[in-house]
């Protein structure tokens, strides 16, 4: 998977006039944003996964600093977490081929498997990963 340049993909949906795009020019518009979205969910968790060995209260500063709920600097912890337990997954993000969305759910049902069945879920993310991206899926 080829990494997002978010540049590159915000300078050509910046290009687009909403005023008179097309319904094509602007799904392609929507589908940057996304892509761009993925690739800042991945290096928020990289910042989160840092914090997490630099600060007391990583939770507290994550959300401080993107003005939102201690729930959401748990979260993106949590995501962290998943990111660094499985690389295939923060691959995806850099490619922008899954969402910060897809990887918590991911986390999520990880987090409620034991033994081998937890095991054999987290080898598998390379597929899940793959047919989640070529069919689109939401989270």
Do not use: Y
Request: hydrophobic share 40%.
């Amino acid at each position: 998977m080829k990494d997002v340049d978010p540049a590159e993909l915000i300078s050509g949906f910046r290009r687009v006039d909403l005023s008179s795009a097309t319904s094509v020019q602007l799904r392609r518009a929507l589908d940057d944003i996304r892509r761009v979205r993925a690739r800042l969910d991945g290096v928020e968790a990289e910042i989160a996964r840092r914090l997490k060995d630099t600060s007391p209260t990583p939770e507290r500063d994550i959300a401080s600093s993107a003005q939102r709920s201690n729930r959401h600097g748990s979260k993106v912890l949590a995501r962290a977490a998943a990111l660094t337990d499985t690389p295939s997954l923060g691959s995806a993000l850099e490619a922008g081929s899954l969402s910060g969305d897809h990887v918590d759910v991911f986390a999520k049902v990880l987090a409620a498997l034991d033994g081998d069945v937890k095991t054999g879920f987290a080898d598998a993310a390379p597929q899940l990963i793959e047919k989640a991206a070529a069919s689109g899926s939401t989270p």
